[in-house]
């Protein structure tokens, strides 16, 4: 095992297997002090020169240029929403120490006056409402309208609107939000790192019986969106369903009573962005970049939704890591580890460019690598130097086997150059498992 320089962030190697005490020793020499953590501010530290999307340009650094008088520690909801408000576009750092309680006392508290799931449930039961309207037209006083209305309350409750020039950082191992949705929305500009972030649970999600041909109950808020926005870093981040993974949810008129949404969404134009070193795992829908194929969406993501993802673990998911449309977007050296719910990994939609190379892949027995890939859209991607259960795999031509009628295209028809080191995909599983995450960040 060699030494490595730092930079920017990157710890590589070194950091995934020996931890950051241990690295101390490694870089300083044997009269380090083993006890002694090595001293890196996280909440100056910016991205480094070209690790990403997120670096091209101006690159990002987040509130690293903050002013003392606006570095916060916040322990509670309240506190991480008033640290978030005023004062701007000047740099801020906020620390988030603990786990964070941000989805209310209960889901009985955003209620609105009147309404009653019971009702709600026996007036759109199928037998009553039928299959052949949605709810979209149901007036204010419904059950749906007061729905709605509670929705409402939950929603302004859980999120969170990030401003430009502002670092978001957990503090130690166990720091992060539990039901929050941190809005990145139309800003420049900001570093999210080291937290965990447990699914917000939608109290109110919505029955849509045209949905499909036996209907779905939708939810919405994802754990972080962002939307409009440039020069993001989200880094060493936990995305989980934490207490209420699908298998806890309930059913209702023979449909799970979904309430989950994503865990990370890159939409709406958004833009140069890098993701890396997070663990997504125990989910569903996880990653979207790009959310529709409407003419107005593609009018606003066109030429952007440039994202890099690198170095992060996709465990026990069932798709959406990511499903792509429009955006250039570079997937390496990511290890996937799929359980027996898996559906997909890397969905090709519309106009996208997506770049998967150098990733490894851990399926398990009856799962074929032809599912890696899923074809939405025609559009040609680039998928080179993977490796499924320790072997080479061309990943289009298994695809291609396991589903000639939705052949493939190679060659996404760019070449990604914003890459810092490129690690053996034989040895993601230990540089990966071990250094991705909440808490593992020095």
Not at 19 to 46: E, I, K, M
Not at 95 to 105: L, N, T
Not at 383 to 402: F, K, P
Request: aromatic residues 8%; negative net charge; hydrophobic residues 35%.
């Amino acid at each position: 095992m060699r030494t490595q320089t730092w930079h920017g962030h990157a710890t590589r190697t070194m950091t995934a297997l020996l931890g950051c005490t241990a690295l101390v020793l490694a870089v300083a020499g044997p009269a380090a002090h083993a006890a002694q953590p090595l001293s890196r501010d996280l909440a100056h530290q910016t991205l480094g020169k070209n690790d990403g999307w997120g670096s091209q340009g101006t690159g990002t650094t987040g509130g690293a240029a903050a002013a003392s008088a606006n570095v916060r520690t916040v322990t509670t909801w309240e506190e991480f929403k008033a640290a978030l408000a005023g004062g701007g576009t000047a740099p801020r750092i906020i620390k988030v120490k603990g786990m964070i309680d941000a989805d209310g006392p209960s889901c009985s508290s955003f209620e609105a006056p009147g309404y009653d799931f019971d009702t709600y449930l026996t007036t759109y039961a199928p037998e009553n409402w039928g299959r052949d309207t949605d709810l979209e037209g149901e007036p204010a006083d419904s059950p749906e309208g007061l729905r709605r209305a509670s929705a409402a309350l939950q929603d302004a409750y859980i999120k969170a609107f990030v401003p430009a020039n502002t670092t978001i950082v957990g503090v130690g191992k166990d720091a992060g939000f539990k039901g929050a949705s941190l809005q990145i929305k139309n800003v420049d500009n900001v570093i999210v790192r080291n937290l965990t972030l447990e699914s917000p649970l939608d109290c109110f999600p919505q029955w849509d019986p045209t949905d499909t041909a036996d209907g779905n109950w939708n939810s919405e808020y994802d754990s972080a969106v962002i939307t409009g926005s440039t020069h993001v870093w989200m880094d060493h981040n936990t995305f989980t369903d934490g207490e209420h993974p699908n298998s806890t949810l309930p059913h209702y008129y023979g449909r799970i009573f979904e309430q989950h949404d994503g865990e990370l969404d890159i939409v709406k134009g958004a833009d140069l962005v890098t993701v890396s070193w997070n663990v997504f795992t125990e989910h569903d829908k996880t990653i979207l970049i790009g959310n529709s194929d409407s003419a107005s969406t593609a009018a606003v993501d066109r030429g952007h939704l440039k994202v890099t993802l690198h170095h992060n673990l996709f465990s026990n998911l069932v798709e959406r890591a990511p499903r792509v449309r429009f955006g250039q977007v570079d997937s390496y050296n990511n290890h996937y580890v799929a359980n027996a719910g898996y559906g997909y990994s890397l969905g090709i939609g519309m106009e996208s460019q997506l770049v998967a190379e150098h990733n490894a892949f851990t399926l398990p027995k009856g799962v074929g690598a032809g599912l890696i890939l899923k074809k939405w859209k025609e559009a040609p991607v680039t998928a080179a130097d993977n490796y499924v259960n320790g072997t080479r795999t061309d990943l289009i031509a298994v695809h291609n086997a396991a589903f000639p009628e939705e052949t493939l295209q190679s060659g996404a028809g760019w070449t990604p150059t914003l890459r810092t080191k490129i690690d053996r995909p034989q040895a993601l599983s230990g540089i990966v498992d071990h250094g991705a995450g909440a808490g593992k960040v020095c």
